[in-house]
């Protein structure tokens, strides 16, 4: 039987700890696919093992809620090797961790590495600045940012599916 396969849309978000932006990256999106119907695999890691098994941090967490999104069940680990072919979508949440990411990129990895920010109309090439020495305002400004990559993103993702470059 000849069956084409077009790989399912597969979305991973990366930044140093993955317990503030990582997930809240991963919690937007889960939320916004399912409203939106898109239908896709959503996970987030660490560049960084610091927080391997840990809950989101409780900032994360109760910023998220305040939107209805529930990251509280999310644990944190270690991006791995594999993570290069088992996901289509590989956005970092800024330049230092796209860094860390490109660096460990196997040469046949099948996932399009970018920027978090590249979704983003006219702030390609930005970074999400790291919350984790900041405040409750430095988490809201991390969670509106996220919000609005995530909104660009699915559109781009229904319209192109998953050859979608950023
Ligand atoms: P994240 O924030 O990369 O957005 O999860 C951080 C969390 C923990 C640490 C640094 C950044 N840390 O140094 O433990």
Known sequence: MSESHTPKLAVLFVC????????MAEGALRAVAAKSGLDC????????????GDAPDERAIVTARADGVDI????????DLEDFYRFT???ALDTANLEGIR???PRDGSAKVALLMDTV?????GSVKDPY???????RQVWEEILIAVSAMTTRFESEGVQAEF
Do not use: M, W
Request: hydrophobic content about 30%; aromatic content about 8%; some cysteine.
């Open 16 to 23: 140093l700890g993955n317990i503030c932006r990582s997930p």
């Open 41 to 52: 695999i959503v996970d987030s890691a660490g560049t960084a093992g610091y927080h391997i």
């Open 72 to 79: 509280s069940g999310l644990r944190g680990r270690q991006l």
């Open 89 to 91: 979508h590989i956005f």
């Open 103 to 105: 660096a460990r990129a």
């Open 121 to 125: 109309e006219g702030k390609q090439g």
């Open 133 to 139: 020495y900041g405040d409750d305002d430095d988490f």
